[in-house]
């Protein structure tokens, strides 16, 4: 058997341990200077000047838009209660009680090790790639400020390294990947593309996204007045939508 060269058993050696594969080159972005719309709660179809739409991973993509598919990566879903009973070490405890967003009655997922956030990156990066398959263009993972609600358990360094490998996951399967609220925090850091905003004119956060994104930032306001704000001083730079806090399709749909 011909022996093979040295350098070739060093390379193999290192795919093989998975540290010579380089990261996927970050896809294209969502189009700046067109609106776009946050369908969450429910689907239905957008006037023609509407050329993103955001929607969830359970739902079919909307043919003719660049879409962004939703993953709830740091929290769990409501719904999927039964799903993570089955993969219970991988939710945040509190004195064997889970730890809760009592705002959306979510469970919050335990990224204190490497070992957890490799397995849940592993169960988020099945769901994208999902997505990929779908037709999505884009991935955006919600609730990257879950360790604000954790009780101290959490930190922001171990969103920063969880964060990071599910950017990987995102554009291994040929996605753009949104960074989801957390103004002040640079995440292109970690490869984000863009950012999803919710609330920045309420909150006076949009410069900040702005800063860090520059154009590809998405805004999605729920008050009247602040989604004034928000297209008085952000919309020649920005894409901002009203819509009503369910995210309804059938509720408030503004744009400026």
């Known amino acids: 058997m011909r022996t093979p060269l040295p350098g ?3 390379a193999a050696v290192l795919v093989l341990a998975g540290l010579a ?3 996927a080159a970050a896809p294209d972005g969502p189009p700046v200077g067109v609106d ?3 369908q969450l709660g429910g689907n239905r179809p ?8 955001v929607r969830d991973r359970t739902a079919a993509p909307l043919t003719g838009a660049y879409n962004v598919c939703y993953v709830n990566g740091f929290q769990t879903q409501a719904s999927q209660k039964r799903f993570w009973k089955r993969h219970w070490s991988l939710v945040l405890k ?3 009680t889970a730890v809760t967003d009592e705002a959306w009655g979510e469970w919050l997922l335990d990224i204190r090790t490497d070992r957890k956030r490799t397995r849940l990156a592993r169960i988020m990066g099945r769901w994208v790639a999902g997505c990929a398959d779908d037709g999505y263009a884009a991935v955006e993972y919600d609730n990257l400020d ?3 609600r954790s009780h101290g358990l ?3 360094a171990d969103a920063n390294t969880y964060a990071r490998k599910l950017v990987r996951r995102g554009h291994a399967a040929g996605l753009a990947v949104a960074q989801k609220n957390r103004a002040g925090w640079d995440g292109t850091a970690v490869g984000f593309d863009f950012a999803i905003a919710e609330e920045c004119a309420r909150w006076h956060e949009c410069g900040s996204y702005v800063d860090h994104y520059g154009r590809h930032v998405l805004a999605v306001e729920y008050r009247k007045k ?3 704000r928000a297209c008085r001083r952000w919309s020649d730079q920005i894409s901002v939508v009203r819509r009503d806090l369910a995210l309804s399709g059938h509720g408030v749909r503004r744009w400026c």
């Open 94 to 96: 509190r004195d064997g």
């Open 8 to 10: 070739l058993v060093v």
């Open 36 to 38: 776009f719309d946050y």
């Open 146 to 148: 879950s360790f604000t």
């Open 21 to 23: 594969v380089p990261a």
């Open 46 to 53: 957008v006037p023609d000047h509407v050329g993103v739409v």
């Open 154 to 156: 959490l930190d922001a």
């Open 226 to 228: 602040d989604f004034r």
